[in-house]
């Protein structure tokens, strides 16, 4: 017979490698696909080099992500974990409005939609199933931060764990996109990553005091320059 303790053990090591599968950076959702903008300030030589890099990176993260997919995953864990489908819905509508330029809605969408049709492979939740339907009627516009906190709660994962690899995978994503786009060498996106580490920490701690009501405090330089990726001659990317 197996221990209360033991299984309680084996229970926290599979939630922890679900987590790790789905915040893998080749998780194939068409992440890569997305530069948030990116392309554009590498394409007006704003980004160029290791520093400049390094502080799109640190800035995108604090002044953009924070403000709406980072709140929106927060949100949406804790409206899941309630069992609030109708607090979700309108979650998912301010998430959508919120994210001006058409190509990060879209991208955000399509990322959501893939997620979804994956991850309901590993465990066919009512919850998941609910926000699906919603997006297949209409009712929701599909936001991938939103699917990946509700398959976190229904998974058993940790808050503090589903928010903390959200938030690496994130910028994981943006170095890998800066190394390619600038380009920079994969030593220097690795010491670009390991530098902010303190700065998802301070992050994880401003996370704790917003509410639904700072959704959307995002930079609008970000912004203009993810809608100028919509025209831009040549492109790598979707957004």
Known sequence: MVSSSTAIH?????SFYTLLQIADSIFPIGSYTQSNG?????????VKDVISAEAYLKSILLNNFLYNDFLGLKLAYEYAESGNIEKIFHLDKLLYAV???????????KMCIRFIKLVENFKNDELLQQYKNSIKDGICKAQHSIAFGIFAVVSGIPMEYAVKAYFYN?????VNNCVKLIP??????QIILFKCHNLLEDIF?????LTIEDLGRCSIGFDIRAMQHETLYSRLYMS
């Open 10 to 14: 084996m229970n926290t090591n599979k």
């Open 38 to 46: 990116l392309e554009t300030y590498v394409q007006k030589e704003i």
């Open 99 to 109: 994210k001006a330029p058409r190509e990060m809605k879209q991208g955000s969408s």
């Open 170 to 174: 994130t910028a994981s994503c943006i």
């Open 184 to 189: 920079l060498g994969q030593v220097d996106g």
């Open 205 to 209: 701690v401003k996370l704790d005091s």
